[in-house]
């Protein structure tokens, strides 16, 4: 498994990868674990999302916070310092759990949660379709995009994230799981505590990944930057 810790200048681009590493790792048949942060705090809706029914887009155009959207499903996040992303792509053929978006979930949340837990020295646990949780709160949001032989599943971690700010730029999210409980965003969220290298490296070990010797697909993200990630048509397409 290529191993990258890549952060790009901009949210545009950061985005623009995920989807640019699915399809190089579609094309060369194998792996991939990245590591990136995002530089500025920014809005993410899923897919599927309406930015105007899940983004309190006055807010955030109040703050100085760009909403953009990613190519895989699941709700609307904010991103920023403080926030340890993770993008992962495997082979469906890795496991006979890839098969399914539910068995996809329960397969990579299961080695996430055991590497987070061994480093609490706590339990972490899945919640919901997607979500990790610590002492009842949540920790990791995740998604995933599914393609012919290969599957993107990324999300981040909480650790020194301004959690007040989620609270000005998103409303409560039109669909939430029952064990949220409609706590508000200060309530339900919550930072590990622990250093962003000491969770890489667990990560790292977990998957097996190593530095790789071959580029990062710069040219494909450039691409996808210039056609989709910037372009306002993308973010408000749904």
Known sequence: ?????????????????????????????????????MPTPCVIVGYANTAAREVNVSACAAAGVPVLRRCSGGGTVMLGPGCLNYSLVLPLALAPELSTVCGTNAFILRRLAA????????????????????????????????GRTHLLFHGTFLLSFDLGLITRCL???????????????????????LAADTVKEALRAAWGAEPSTLPWPEAATTRLVRERYAQRAWVEAR
Not at 130 to 140: E, N
């Open 115 to 146: 590497a987070l837990g061994a480093l609490l020295g706590d339990e972490v646990a899945s919640a919901g379709d997607t979500d990790l949780i610590w002492r009842g709160r949540k920790c990791s949001g995740n998604a995933q995009r599914r």
């Open 171 to 193: 409303p409560l999210p039109s669909r939430q799981p029952a064990y949220r409980a409609a706590r508000p965003h200060v309530e339900f969220l919550v930072n590990l505590p």
């Open 1 to 37: 498994m290529r191993l990258f810790d890549l952060t790009l200048p901009t949210p545009a681009e950061n985005l623009a990868c995920d989807e640019a590493l699915l399809a190089d790792c579609t094309m060369r048949g194998d792996a991939a674990l990245r590591f990136w942060e």
